[in-house]
């Protein structure tokens, strides 16, 4: 099954930035949806970001709105997340995830995860 990689996790005091790279297995994937999603200790996984592989449409939780920024680079194959103002709430493990459709999105595709902690 492809591998989606992600990278740029860390730790930052709450106010700083962060961003997340995602590196998918081939050109293929720029047509698909990608997203980002987190996972807190003891919470369930949770939706943060996705972007279309056909146009600019973008969508965020209500809870990063304003302060996360998801992109793609195609010649690269990369899916970024640019996260500012973090806040200690946002500390989780964050997955890049792939899927074939903007519309009812199955995400059929993830990644191992990288580690987000953000300090008070």
């Known amino acids: 099954q492809a591998q989606l990689v992600e990278s740029g996790g860390g730790l930052v005091q709450a106010g700083g930035s962060l961003r997340l790279s995602c590196a998918t297995p081939?050109?293929?994937?720029?047509?698909?949806?990608m997203g980002w999603f987190r996972q807190a200790p003891g919470k369930e996984r949770e939706f943060v970001a996705r972007i279309d592989g056909r146009g600019p449409m973008t969508d965020y939780a209500d809870s990063v709105k304003g302060r996360f920024t998801i992109s793609r680079d195609t010649a690269k194959n990369t899916v970024s997340l640019q996260m500012n103002s973090l806040k200690p709430e946002d500390t989780a493990v964050y997955y890049c995830a792939g899927g074939k459709t903007w519309y009812g999105t199955t995400w059929d595709y993830w990644g191992q995860g990288t580690q987000v902690t953000v300090s008070s």
């Open positions: 081939g050109r293929a994937f720029n047509w698909y949806t």
